[in-house]
């Protein structure tokens, strides 16, 4: 059951309201239970492929007469993350990741590359990843140290990957590697890899979150010249255009993750009775929701209104992308925690629904940037525009 006030999604097209009821509908009623009956910490290829057969891969990957096209609206993945997040986040993560790995090749690939690999992309038959965090570098891609050796009119790769959504079992990889030692975020270039490519092994890693995770090992790997993404030496710009379009949907997870939160807290204090009445008349149980529903809202008006600044071309987007995320992603974590105090014990029983949202809540904290970079972005930009204006 889900919890609503209309007045909530009134800042909504009527088009955008019926795509987020749409996608919490599909995502309870028909991708729940295939994601149920996968195997937890592997790529769910069935839900793959429902995720294409519902049309949620459509506005991943656009088509005209020119080819494939990479103009994906940011408030569409954020209002399709929400409702697939509130209704099943197995679904909500094998989409994002889907699209968080194949956006660089439909940005930056060749047509060439684009119609070797997102037909299949398309229709959920291998998933995508993207490889961008090391043993040694995450939020600071600048010192990324998988190698890239000039190899004739290609390279070869060498280093290792870790943290990487949906490995080892994906289809393809954007994987982003050094071209240029010591030249900071300047000499980074973004390559399409299949997984099949020789020299190419990974791992499983097992972590709080159920979705898959692994460690990548690139032994010498050979990439031609068509299966770069965009100019070499400028991988850097290929990553964060991919993490400006995503990072305010991953606070759309987080919003997802916290009505869905909500909605368990909500249901359970109206029915719940303890000495003599309902909790929710208790003060200390519905004021502590309601603040946290009055913040997840504002979380939620700010990822829309990072996602709509992107989707109208402003650039960049950094500034407001960070403040969704972070706001959206902290305040996900209390509302589930908040939840789960208020079920009790229950809420912590393997398999209920809080406390699978616990199990997941807390990675989007880290994950594209965590929150300590978040603020870091928020900050600098805070100053930099105190000096603009003492400039003037």
Same mark, same amino acid.
């Given at each position: 059951m889900s919890v609503d006030l209309p007045v909530l999604d009134a800042h909504l097209s009527d088009d955008e309201r019926a795509l987020l009821r749409d996608c919490? +509908?599909?995502?309870?009623?028909?991708?729940?239970?295939?994601?149920? =009956?996968?195997?937890?910490?592997?790529?769910?290829?069935?839900?793959? +492929?429902?995720?294409?057969g519902h049309g949620l891969f459509d506005r991943l990957y656009a088509r005209d007469e020119d080819g494939w096209r990479g103009d994906v609206s940011a408030l569409d993945l954020c209002l399709i993350r929400e409702g697939l997040a509130r209704g099943s986040t197995e679904a909500e993560t094998a989409f994002a990741v889907q699209g968080l790995g194949s956006f660089p090749l439909l940005q930056s690939?060749?047509?060439?590359?684009?119609?070797?690999?997102? @037909?299949?992309?398309?229709?959920g038959e291998?998933? =995508?990843?993207?490889?961008?965090?090391?043993?040694?570098?995450?939020?600071?891609?600048?010192?990324?140290?998988?190698?890239?050796?000039?190899?004739?009119?290609?390279?070869?790769?060498?280093?290792?990957?870790?943290?990487?959504s949906n490995a080892p079992d994906a289809g393809v990889y954007t994987v982003f590697a050094r071209t240029t030692p010591g030249a900071g975020a300047r000499g980074l270039t973004a390559f399409v890899v299949p997984a099949d490519s020789p020299g190419l092994h990974g791992e499983r890693l097992e972590l709080v979150a159920p979705h898959p995770v692994?460690?990548?090992?690139?032994?010498?790997? @050979?990439?031609?010249?068509?299966?770069?993404?965009?100019?070499?030496?400028?991988?850097?710009?290929?990553?964060?255009?991919?993490?400006?379009?995503?990072? @305010?949907?991953?606070g759309a997870f987080a919003v997802g993750?916290?009505? =869905?939160?909500?909605?368990?807290a909500v249901v359970h204090g109206r029915e719940r009775h303890a000495f003599g009445r309902p909790l929710k008349d208790f003060q200390a149980v519905s004021h502590r929701h309601a603040d946290i529903a009055a913040r997840v809202q504002g979380a939620r008006l700010l990822v829309h209104h990072a996602a709509r600044a992107y989707d109208a071309g402003v650039r960049p987007v950094t500034q407001a992308a960070a403040m969704a995320k972070l706001v959206a992603t902290e305040v996900a974590?209390?509302?589930?925690?908040?939840?789960?105090?208020t079920l009790g014990a229950r809420g912590l029983?393997?398999?209920h629904r809080l406390e699978h949202l616990y199990r997941e809540v807390r990675a989007p904290r880290i994950y594209e940037g965590a929150s300590e970079i978040q603020r870091e972005i928020i900050a600098r930009g805070l100053f930099a525009a105190d000096q603009n204006e003492e400039a003037r």
């Open positions: 919490l +509908r599909i995502a309870r009623d028909e991708l729940a239970p295939i994601a149920e =009956a996968g195997e937890e910490g592997r790529v769910n290829g069935e839900l793959l +492929r429902a995720l294409a690939g060749t047509a060439a590359a684009r119609d070797r690999w997102v @037909p299949g992309l398309a229709a291998y998933a =995508a990843a993207f490889a961008l965090s090391e043993p040694e570098a995450g939020s600071d891609v600048a010192s990324l140290a998988l190698r890239a050796t000039p190899d004739g009119d290609g390279f070869r790769l060498s280093g290792e990957k870790i943290w990487i692994g460690h990548l090992f690139f032994d010498d790997v @050979p990439v031609a010249a068509d299966q770069i993404l965009g100019e070499v030496d400028r991988g850097f710009a290929v990553a964060m255009r991919t993490l400006d379009l995503f990072r @305010p949907s991953v993750m916290a009505r =869905a939160a909500l909605d368990e974590q209390e509302a589930v925690d908040a939840a789960i105090q029983q393997r398999g």
